[in-house]
Every structure is written in structure tokens, then in C-alpha cells.
């Protein structure tokens, strides 16, 4: 049985306006204006946000869409209201006309026998840890149950994280949340093998004072984080069941092992790479295809986005992924003279920050069940 699944990082899917923002409120410019009035000045970023985020949505939908996945999992998505706003309005009406061209000579019983292979009837957002409200979140042409993790503390891994005095250095007591947002746990029911995805946005990678290295300042935050995704899935089926499981790790893990093939020292992705627990598919693609954002200030193309495979899921599985990359911004070097969709910006508007990741899944009876 074959299944495409898929990941991607919307960049803060919201169905709220965000006062908080990236302009400074002191200097109240929207585009190339100043507008003195603090009133008028929220009225007009208001309406000036919801003509770009209508831009932006449009292409993320095209991004989603071609992905061609029957599941995606979701991060940066402000609720499951927000989620079917989207889909109503963005998503739903790409599915549909690309439905429509390739059922145009089936009849209706026929169209009807093959439209849930194109829609998305099923989706989820359970609210996580994060701050500012962006969750993960599933759309799925399957039926899936979802339990969130959001709730565990740093005490599910006491006996795994051996630098305490580190992590309490960064404020992580051990009663507090151990997941920035959520680790969700998708069970799909396929109608044949099992397969369960956990669908993750780790610690960002933002600098903890003036000047730092963000990637080093939180890395044994996401270590941690990492380390009880394991013990979840570990937990879930069994140490050596594990290996013959059908699962997949999705998610934007905001860390790399590598910089164009060439490992790059300090990660915190360890727990899940280093023994051969999970398989990264993307190591299939040349090193300079691996990207899934570009970071501008340094010029780096870096796998942040990931589908992690059990050891049995990845043997089964040889297809190399695809990365989507025409909703990135003509800001991105790398891409220069690439398909874009239209109305994408140097800037923006765009898709995301980050690129969509596919791949399909062949799912076999005999690594599916979990050891008695």
C-alpha cells in the first residue's frame, strides 16, 4: 500500500490579526508610510496585512497542492478554525479545479468514486506550548485520531538528558514543558497497514541575548526535545519494535547535521540520527538538492524540514523525496531564473520561509504491527 505524505511549515497560518508584529509600533509605517495616529495606524495595517496575507495564502495553497500528498502534517498554524478558513478558502478551490481537469470525461458516480483521493476532509489543530498560539496540525484524505504530547515536562526524560545544570542555565526546570509547541501523535487509519506520524516544531533557533549563536545558545533544548520524541515512539511500540514499526517523524526540527553535504558539528537531532533509530530519505538527494530553507544574513542553504522513517519504513520506502521550492521568494540565489508561481515577490509575497518536503510511504504487513 503506497501513501504520500508530507511536511511543511506555513510561516504563521493565522486567522487573527497579530498586534505584535515585526513593525516597530513606535515608528507606525506600513509599506513606505508613516501614519502618526496610533488608531488609524492598526485600522491600516489591518487592512494592509490582509491584502498580502491573501497573497501569501494563495500560494501556499499552490505549494500544498503540489505536494501531492494525501497527508500533510502542519506547522505554524494559529488554530483548527484558521486551518478550515484556509482550506475552504485557499486550498479547496486549487484541489477542486485540478479535480475537475482530471475527471472531465468520468461521469458523475465515477467522480464521486475518486474525489476523497483529492480533498482533504480531515483536519486537525490541537493547541501546543508556543506563545504566540502556532501549533502543528494535520490535513489528511484518510481518517486520523491525534493525541498531543504538549503536556509532558523534562521529567518524561530525567534518566535520558545528562547536562541538568545546562538546561536549568536556560530556565528549563524539570516540571516545565518539554515541547516549545507539541510532539502530535497522528494515528491514519489507511483502510489496510498501520502507520502513525508525530508531527513536531522543535525550539526555534533565535539567539538567547545580543550577539549569540542562536544555534548553539538553544541546542540542548532541542536535544531534549529530540530525546523525547524518541522515548514517545520508543514508548509507543517498543525499543526493538521501533525498528519495525510504520512511522515517520515529521516536522520543521529547526536544526541541520549538514551545510551542502559536509556535517556541521554542535546539531541536536543526535537521539533520533546518530544510532540508526530514524532514517533521513533525504541523504538520497545530492547535497545541494537537500535544502529547505535559506538563511539571507549568511547565505546558507540548510535542511531544516524533515521525514524521518523507521529503519523498516525507510527499506521499504527507496523513492527520494521532493522538495517544493516554487513558492520561495526571487530573493534566494540559489533559485535564480527557477518556476515560480505567480504574483511571488523578491521578498515577498511567498509560499513560506520554508519548503514543503514529500515523499511516499510503501507500507508492508510484516514491519507494521508492534511486537506482542
Known amino acids: 500500500m503506497t501513501i504520500r505524505i508530507a511536511t511543511f511549515n506555513v510561516e504563521n497560518l493565522y486567522s487573527r490579526f497579530d498586534f505584535t508584529g515585526k513593525v516597530a509600533r513606535e515608528r507606525r509605517i506600513v509599506g513606505a508610510y508613516a501614519i502618526e495616529d496610533p488608531q488609524e495606524y492598526d485600522l491600516v495595517r489591518k487592512s494592509f496585512e490582509a491584502v498580502a496575507s491573501d497573497d501569501m495564502r494563495q500560494l501556499t495553497a499552490l505549494a500544498i497542492a503540489d505536494t501531492q500528498a494525501d497527508i500533510v502534517c502542519l506547522q505554524e498554524v494559529d488554530s483548527e478554525d484558521a486551518l478550515n478558513l484556509f482550506y475552504e478558502a485557499y486550498l479547496r478551490p486549487v484541489l477542486r479545479q485540478r479535480f475537475g481537469a482530471a475527471t472531465k470525461g468520468l461521469d458523475r458516480e465515477q467522480r464521486d468514486h475518486v474525489s476523497p483521493a483529492w480533498f482533504y476532509d480531515w483536519r486537525r489543530v490541537v493547541p501546543g506550548n508556543d506563545s504566540r498560539g502556532i501549533d502543528v496540525g494535520v490535513l489528511s484524505r484518510f481518517p486520523v485520531t491525534v493525541v498531543s504530547n504538549a503536556n509532558l515536562t523534562y521529567e518524561f526524560v530525567r534518566e535520558l538528558e545528562p547536562d541538568w545544570p545546562a538546561l536549568e542555565a536556560l530556565s528549563a526546570s524539570r516540571d516545565g514543558r518539554l515541547f516549545r509547541r507539541d510532539c502530535l501523535e497522528i494515528e491514519v487509519a489507511t483502510g ?25 545558545d538553544t541546542m540542548l533544548l532541542r536535544r531534549a526535545e529530540a530525546r523525547g520524541v524518541r522515548r514517545i515512539i520508543e514508548r509507543r511500540f517498543g525499543v526493538e519494535g521501533a525498528r519495525r514499526a510504520n512511522w515517520a517523524i515529521c516536522g520543521d526540527l529547526n536544526d541541520f547535521v549538514a551545510i551542502e553535504g559536509v556535517a556541521a558539528p554542535g546539531g541536536a537531532l543526535g537521539p533520533l ?17 537537500r535544502w529547505t530553507h535559506y538563511f539571507a544574513a549568511d547565505d546558507l542553504y540548510v535542511q531544516l524540514d524533515y521525514l524521518l522513517l523507521s529503519p523498516a519504513l525507510a527499506a521499504a520506502s527507496p523513492a527520494a523525496p521532493q522538495v517544493v521550492r516554487a513558492g520561495q521568494p526571487f530573493r534566494v540565489p540559489r533559485l535564480e531564473g527557477a518556476p515560480r508561481y505567480p504574483r511571488t515577490g523578491w521578498a515577498r509575497p511567498k509560499a513560506s520561509d520554508h519548503c514543503p518536503v514529500a515523499m511516499p510511504l510503501e507500507l508492508s504487513a510484516r514491519y507494521g504491527a508492534p511486537p506482542a
Do not use: I, W, Y
Request: net charge negative; aromatic share 8%.
Open 192 to 216: 489496510g497497514e498501520p502507520l502513525t506520524l508525530f508531527n513536531c516544531h522543535f525550539k526555534s533557533m533565535q539567539p538567547l541575548a545580543r550577539g549569540g549563536d542562536g544555534r548553539l
Open 273 to 289: 540520527l546518530d544510532d540508526g533509530f530514524a532514517v533521513d530519505p533525504m541523504t538520497r538527494l545530492p547535497p545541494e538538492e
